[in-house]
């Protein structure tokens, strides 16, 4: 066994060592230093004092699994599930919730200004969710084969490789999930590698099978008020609802507007917008299904720009290129942008507000995923007056 050693310049696998955590990354993994190296840990907390092992060493940093707590922080908690740190699920379940939601505003706020160049001011304390576990109504559990157990091994990817984690029920799902889950324990895949989704269906909305819906219903009426208030204080006439999936937000605003129009490549999903819309009476608007990019410059020039707002809610890789460029070129009345990834949305938000073209007003970020390190949010940009 390799002996503790104190603070030096190098680093190699295998070497232990005890650190103090200075910060959390976004993503979860405590900061700590050993010489000139970073290292990140996970399943820690700022002011611990920790025994680590070393698992990677690489040029600028190193990355290291958590042997020992050897000075605690007066915020960790015990975790509810057995699976905490073997599943790689959650990351904050050893975090106070009051201190997760401090965390994750700073995160935002680092991001925010290191890739964005925006002020912390424009960022809203972090929208607590009313029920922090149990909430996820969709999860995706996976079947692996286990040749030292000679069977299944069926849940999450680990937090340390890419073997799946054996369990038995998921804290942060649904009751109605964790039912869900014994069903396909006690009915298992014919083999190792088949992805299984179980969802449970949102009351009064048309959903296909394989199209997105937001993952937490306790805390949605609190994401449509949030980009309600956003849409009446920008006091755009229409809406053009991009990414808008089964209709979501399109469905839910279209009250404030005179007209609207939701754009998603998704065809059953499109099919599944109209239903909504009908189902409630809404007929000031219609579904389109297309590219954005290809749909967007025609809408903008069919509503008037001045009058419109766009509403986006892109998948966590960001804005395509093209659709950036043509909302700085069309210059809508507002962007209203939703995101589940700060990093790409800092990016876009920087592009979008390069040149004093749009001006971001404020971000209200929401826990949508407590227990994990990600976090929506929702950014309101306006047009600025050109001289």
């Not at 959650?90 to 997760?100: K, R, S």
């Not at 299904?289 to 749909?295: I, V």
Request: proline share 6%; with cysteine.
């Amino acid at each position: 066994m390799n002996e503790v050693i104190a603070q030096t310049p190098t680093l190699s696998v295998g070497n232990r060592c005890s650190v103090t955590i200075v910060d959390i990354a976004f993503g979860g993994e405590g900061v700590a230093r050993v010489g000139e190296f970073v290292v990140f840990v996970p399943f820690v907390l700022v002011g611990e004092v920790v025994e680590v092992e070393i698992t990677e060493v690489k040029k600028r940093f190193a990355r290291a699994r958590l042997l020992q707590v050897t000075q605690a922080s007066p915020h960790r908690v015990t975790p509810l599930c057995r699976y905490f740190g073997d599943c790689g699920g959650c990351q904050y379940q050893h975090i106070d919730y009051a201190v997760q939601l401090q965390l994750k505003h700073k995160q935002i706020c680092d991001l925010f200004e290191r890739i964005g160049g925006f002020a912390s001011a424009v960022i809203a304390p972090v929208i607590p969710c009313p029920q922090p576990y149990g909430y996820r109504n969709r999860i995706m559990i996976r079947s692996q084969w286990d040749k030292f157990k000679q069977g299944l091994n069926i849940g999450f990817i680990r937090a340390d490789n890419r073997l799946v984690v054996d369990i038995e029920e998921c804290k942060i799902a649904e009751p109605a999930l964790n039912e869900q889950i014994l069903h396909v324990r006690a009915h298992p895949p014919p083999k190792g590698g088949i992805k299984v989704v179980l969802r449970v269906a949102p009351e009064n909305w048309e959903v296909p099978r394989d199209s997105f819906f937001q993952n937490n219903f306790f805390l949605l009426p609190k994401l449509v008020e949030v980009a309600r208030q956003c849409l009446k204080d920008g006091g755009a006439r229409f809406l053009v609802d991009v990414y808008c999936g089964v209709g979501f937000f399109s469905v839910e605003l279209a009250d404030l507007v005179q007209g609207f129009v939701g754009v998603e490549l998704d065809q059953q999903a499109i099919k599944a917008a109209r239903v909504n819309a009908a189902k409630r009476g809404h007929a000031n608007g219609e579904f389109l299904a297309g590219r954005a990019e290809d749909l967007l410059p025609t809408l903008l020039d069919r509503f008037s720009a001045a009058d419109t707002c766009v509403l986006v809610d892109p998948p966590r890789t960001g804005l395509h290129p093209e659709s950036l460029e043509q909302l700085r070129q069309t210059r809508p009345r507002q962007i209203i942008y939703i995101s589940c990834h700060p990093a790409t949305m800092a990016r876009d938000l920087n592009i979008l507000c390069a040149d004093g073209v749009f001006e971001l007003v404020k971000v209200n970020p929401l826990d949508m995923f407590p227990q994990t390190a990600h976090v929506e949010c929702v950014a309101d940009l306006r047009l600025k007056s050109m001289p």
